[in-house]
């Protein structure tokens, strides 16, 4: 099936306003979160096994439409939940959602999951994500705490490294990315449409975080950008956490860009810097018109190769 990007950018639906992590740290449960119009747009030809993204509700959600329900990647922020779903289906000429798979378990992937659960859904997640959602947890990312979520929202079937399963008569992949965005991350790979959905390690226009405070780490970042490299063809739309798609050509100049800054890191470190020594230092200012202030990714990245290099 082919895939269009101009059908991607497509107005879809209602307009676009998506909360983001990426300026303050927000409060959960704070006003910005409220819930905001959620906008559909298409990613291959629209048919009855068509995929499509939803965003708006906190995160991008993937759609895929089967003969008796819908399989979903991701499901925003709990407070915009029912108009994420209402919008799903509407879109995807479906109601029922019969499977939902977590790329990881903040707040913005798994607002969904007590409503989906409630129905009867399979809820896929790393084991990782899992024991997350089933107690208290703080993040870098947010202020507050997150869970523990009702049993109905916990996952049910979960995996350490890889998974796959028949949706709608085609194959779904899901696979481990180990210590990328946290220690519980995993893309899910439609290879029929050539698209990878790759959660929080992914970014096309500003700067990903990695949750240092569970497990997200530099040198997982980086190797997870090998896998999806190895794993993307030039052509592969892949749709990140949060903002527009890149391909799968741009995440393999991505990957070479944050190698050379995990090597400039170990130069760093040496030389006893600490995270504000680094952002100072400008080690990604020759991408800055592209993707903006690095200060923040800089700042979290370098403390997750300072708590997994020191001695505590």
């Not at 329900?69 to 922020?77: C, E, F, N, S, T």
């Not at 519980?184 to 970014?203: E, Q």
Request: glycine letters at 8%; aromatic letters at 8%.
């Amino acid at each position: 099936m082919s895939i269009s990007r101009r059908l991607f950018l497509r107005d879809a639906a209602q307009a676009l306003s998506a909360a983001s992590l990426l300026a303050a740290l927000p409060k959960l449960g704070s006003a910005a979160d409220a819930p905001k119009a959620v906008k559909a747009h298409d990613i291959t030809v629209r048919d009855v096994n068509g995929l499509a993204v939803f965003s708006g509700a906190g995160c991008n959600v993937v759609g895929l439409t089967g003969p008796d329900g819908a399989l979903l990647v991701d499901g925003g922020l709990a407070l915009n939940s029912a108009v994420l779903l209402k919008v799903v289906a509407e879109n995807l000429k479906t109601r029922r959602v019969r499977t939902l798979i977590n790329t990881h378990w903040h707040p913005e992937q798994t607002g969904s999951n007590e409503t989906i659960g409630k129905s009867g859904a399979t809820i896929i997640s790393h084991e990782v994500s899992r024991l997350a959602l089933t107690r208290k947890e703080r993040s870098a990312l947010y202020e507050g705490f997150y869970g523990p979520l009702p049993p109905k929202a916990i996952p049910t079937r979960t995996t350490y490294n890889t998974g796959s399963l028949t949706f709608a008569d085609e194959q779904v992949d899901y696979r481990y990315l180990p210590g990328a965005h946290t220690n519980g991350d995993l893309f899910i790979h439609f290879p029929k449409h050539n698209v990878i959905a790759a959660g929080g390690p992914a970014a096309a226009d500003h700067w990903p975080l990695i949750d240092y405070l569970n497990g997200g780490f530099m040198h997982g970042f980086v190797r997870s950008y090998e896998i999806l490299a190895e794993v993307a063809k030039p052509d592969t739309i892949i749709v990140p956490a949060n903002g527009p798609t890149l391909t799968g050509a741009d995440v393999a100049r991505q990957k070479d860009m944050y190698w050379a800054l995990f090597k400039q890191f170990f130069i760093m470190f040496n030389k006893g810097f600490g995270p504000q020594d680094v952002v100072d230092a400008h080690p990604l200012k020759d991408h800055e018109a592209q993707y903006g202030d690095p200060a923040q990714f800089l700042d979290f990245a370098y403390r997750s190769l300072q708590l997994a290099t020191l001695p505590v």
